[in-house]
């Protein structure tokens, strides 16, 4: 079970700081990936992090966001800094068993419930 937090308000420029937690012994295993859905629009790939600690990331976000993990909190991390309005969607966390992070949603195991990001100009 995942369960992502820290989505909210923020003005353009601004950051915030995206947890996801997930229950279970096995956390180190898996690899997770961050996706986004804006209204309207396509579930697309933010950002990826293999077991082994990869990570790859969606070109619009390179630069600006950052993926991390704590095994030992059972935790996934999106840092997103200089934040823009087309980055507001809600954020998903996802897992799969596998040891490559994959941009395709469709490869994930698992998925969080969502959190909304909000970005005003």
């Known amino acids: 079970q995942l369960q992502a937090s820290g989505g909210g308000l923020v003005q353009a420029g601004g950051s915030l700081r995206l947890s996801c937690a997930a229950s279970g012994r096995t956390f180190s295993r898996y690899t997770m990936g961050w996706f986004r859905q804006a209204p309207g629009k396509e579930r697309e790939f933010v950002a990826g992090?293999?077991?082994?600690?990869?990570?790859y990331y969606a070109d619009s976000v390179k630069g600006r966001f950052s993926i991390s993990r704590d095994n030992a909190k059972n935790t996934v991390y999106l840092q997103m800094n200089s934040l823009k309005p087309e980055d507001t969607a809600v954020y998903y966390c996802a897992a799969r068993d596998d040891m490559f992070v994959s941009i395709r949603g469709g490869e994930y195991d698992y998925w969080g419930q969502g959190t909304l990001v909000t970005v005003s100009s």
């Open positions: 992090i293999s077991r082994s600690g990869y990570t």
